[in-house]
């Protein structure tokens, strides 16, 4: 399970950036991202719990959940 906080998104085409707080790296949210989640669009700044595949050399993030550590 990874933190981290919305840089952008596109609610057109389900695509955004998230940044990963335990080492500031940038995952992924690729269109079908949000399905199953109580989301169904992210704002810049917003803080998610997410988990994560790595395919082709990058970080894509499979499922959103919101709240913090604990949560």
Do not use: A
Request: proline share 3%; aromatic share 8%.
């Amino acid at each position: 399970m990874n933190q981290g906080v919305v840089k952008s998104y596109d609610p057109i085409t389900g695509i955004g950036i998230v940044v990963r707080d335990k080492d500031r790296g940038e995952v992924f949210l690729r269109p079908g991202s949000l399905k199953d989640s109580v989301f169904r669009t992210l704002r810049q700044g917003q803080r998610i719990i997410f988990e994560t595949v790595e395919e082709d050399d990058r970080t894509f993030i499979t499922s959103v959940r919101l709240g913090q550590d604990g949560y």
